[in-house]
């Protein structure tokens, strides 16, 4: 039997821990060392409020680079100790700081919902939103979805809209004046409550299963006879035993169509290199047009300025958040690209028609299925084929 100290020595323990100081109760998030009376306190600003979405969007950039840490960190332990290396690392503690607006204090002593994130995340076990994002309770409503897709008219496009109705800050209203004042006095601001949620994340992640199911079914689909349109959906309607899940894949097929046409190479390619680099992309994108949709939402809602849509990509492989518009990330030129492209239309048309699972053209009706907008969606692309795949180069 080993004494402790050997037993420690031989494996060092690294931790990732929620901690409450209690002598610093509005700690700041990330800070390393508790005891240090110099570590910065952005509580001033901490979600007892609503804080500037640019804030929240670093705490979330913050907290992701954290929880990379403390993932490399524990690798880099595994490793050594696997290969028996010199210079194994000491222990190490890695630490999220709550504050009392995370354990609740008042009152009740029960928390008070007032979270001022949001995101739209994939079901992948490997990304709980959460905690790769270094977030405790309170902080952040999660809507998960495989692929971070929302269909439309579904449970989880409800959700989120229930989210960004009721807790979403919005600008300012100019008050009518009241009665008995002449129209030329100024209009008074309405004082409403501040409501706490000003940034959304919508986050994809590489090696999803999603992508890869609607990528396989574009291979296999491409060894069948083409259906029509009439003709998909009534086989679909008639033989298929998951017709939601289909729905799921048929929207994400768009998105694998698109990227493989935007890339012809690695879409003719069998090596399996090719094969993840076009998924790679396939994520991005797929997340970059969720973005879009989101961004609409809000919009439509009447957000304003305070309120921000972020979007990222999370790496499997580092647990890194990349290719992002989070605070000094600047990975936007496929999105003003789609802009450019979207110019004065509705971006909703667009989105409202890419959502519905199985449309049926119906020209006289003025409805686009969801093959004319692909079509337009592929040609716009193909116009401006440099800057769509030159973008999706970039990790
Ligand atoms: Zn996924």
Same mark, same amino acid.
């Given at each position: ?26 700690? &700041?998030?990330? &800070?390393? *060392? ?25 705490? %979330? ?12 960190? !524990? ?8 290969? @028996? ?8 503690? #890695?630490?999220? #700081? ?5 354990? +609740? /204090? ?26 790769? /994002? ?5 902080? $952040?409503? !999660? ?46 601001? /309405? ?56 729905? %799921? ?10 990227? $493989? ?6 879409? &003719? ?28 939402? &809000?919009? @439509? %809602?009447?957000? +304003? ?5 972020? #979007? ?5 492989? *580092? ?9 000094? @990330?600047?990975?936007?030129? $496929? %999105? ?29 009706? +003025? ?20 800057? #769509? ?7």
């Amino acid at each position: 039997m080993s004494k402790p100290g050997e037993a420690k020595k031989s494996a060092p323990l690294v931790d990732l821990c929620m901690t409450f100081d209690a002598g610093h109760q509005e700690p &700041a998030r990330f &800070a390393f *060392d508790p005891k240090d009376p110099q570590r910065p306190d952005p509580s001033q600003k901490m979600p007892t409020k609503p804080i500037d979405p640019d804030e929240v969007g670093k705490l %979330i950039l913050e907290g992701n680079s954290l929880y990379a840490s403390f993932i490399g960190y !524990a690798k880099e332990v595994a490793e050594k100790l696997e290969k @028996k290396s010199e210079g194994v690392p000491e222990d190490r503690t #890695f630490h999220v #700081f709550l504050n009392k607006h995370q354990i +609740g /204090t008042h009152d009740s002593h029960a928390i008070h919902q007032e979270p001022y994130a949001a995101v739209l995340s994939c079901i992948d076990a490997r990304v709980p939103p959460e905690l790769i /994002t270094g977030q405790a309770a309170n902080d $952040m409503f !999660a809507v998960r979805t495989a692929g971070n897709i929302l269909l439309e008219r579904g449970e989880a496009r409800g959700s989120l809209e229930f989210i960004l109705n009721k807790y979403a800050r919005r600008p300012p209203k100019e008050q009518k004046p009241p009665k008995g004042k002449g129209e030329g006095e100024p209009a008074e601001e /309405t004082v409403e409550e501040e409501k706490p949620l000003t940034a959304i994340l919508v986050l994809g992640h590489t090696k999803c299963g999603a992508i890869d199911a609607a990528y396989d079914a574009v291979i296999e689909e491409g060894k069948d006879p083409v259906l029509s349109r009439e003709q998909e959906l009534a086989k679909l309607l008639r033989e298929s035993p998951n017709p939601s899940l289909d729905a %799921i894949v048929a929207r994400l097929k768009i998105v694998v169509r698109v990227v $493989m046409k935007l890339n012809p190479d690695l879409a &003719a390619s069998k090596e399996k290199a090719d094969i993840d680099e076009l998924k790679r992309r396939i994520c991005h994108f797929n997340t970059e047009l969720n973005y879009l949709d989101i961004r609409h939402m &809000a919009e @439509k %809602i009447g957000l +304003g300025a305070g309120f921000k849509v972020f #979007f990222g990509s999370y790496h499997v492989e *580092d647990c890194v958040i990349r290719r992002s518009n989070l605070p000094g @990330k600047d990975d936007t030129a $496929m %999105i003003e690209a789609l802009d450019k492209y979207l110019g004065e239309r509705s971006l909703g048309s667009i989105f409202e028609s890419l959502n519905q699972p199985w449309s049926v053209p119906d020209t006289k009706a +003025g409805v686009k299925s969801k093959d004319f907008i692909f079509g337009e969606l592929l040609d716009a692309m193909n116009r401006d084929a440099e800057a #769509f795949s030159k973008d999706l180069v970039k990790p």
